[in-house]
């Protein structure tokens, strides 16, 4: 088992940057794919991004890319993900999600069994 608990989210305005952080506790973290994913109201959640055990691995929701950066931080138990020129579409609760294998591609939530109580993020126009 491992615990997730998000941090970082908030109000910011169309352009601006916000990093999220997951802190992890329980097994060990470092061999765990972990990911991002966000969910609207009225939508479904949607896969962000992913980063493999090692760090080595990267992956990214098309939507995300070039704006978007996930990293780990191993010796902290923690993922980030850097949130730069934000836009209102941007706009949900982001989940922190773990899965008990060191490289993990798929970006269906349902395969992710842990998980963080979300933090919101608000980009206004």
């Known amino acids: 088992q491992v615990q997730l608990v998000e941090s970082g989210g908030g109000l910011v305005q169309a352009g601006g940057s916000l990093r999220l952080s997951c802190a992890a506790s329980?097994?060990?973290?470092?061999?765990?794919?972990t990911a991002w994913f966000r969910q609207a109201p009225g939508k479904e959640r949607e896969f962000v991004a992913a980063?493999?055990?090692?760090?080595?691995?990267?992956d990214y929701a098309d939507s995300v890319k070039g704006r978007f950066t996930i990293s780990r931080d191993n010796a902290k138990n923690t993922v980030y993900l850097q949130m730069n020129s934000l836009k209102p579409e941007d706009t949900a609760v982001y989940y922190c999600?773990?899965?008990?294998?060191?490289?993990?591609?798929?970006?269906?939530?349902?395969?992710?069994?842990?998980w963080g109580q979300g933090t919101q993020v608000t980009v206004s126009s």
């Open positions: 999600a773990a899965r008990d294998e060191p490289y993990y591609s798929g970006s269906n939530y349902r395969n992710y069994p842990y």
């Open positions: 980063i493999s055990w090692s760090g080595a691995n990267t």
């Open positions: 329980g097994r060990t973290f470092s061999v765990y794919t």
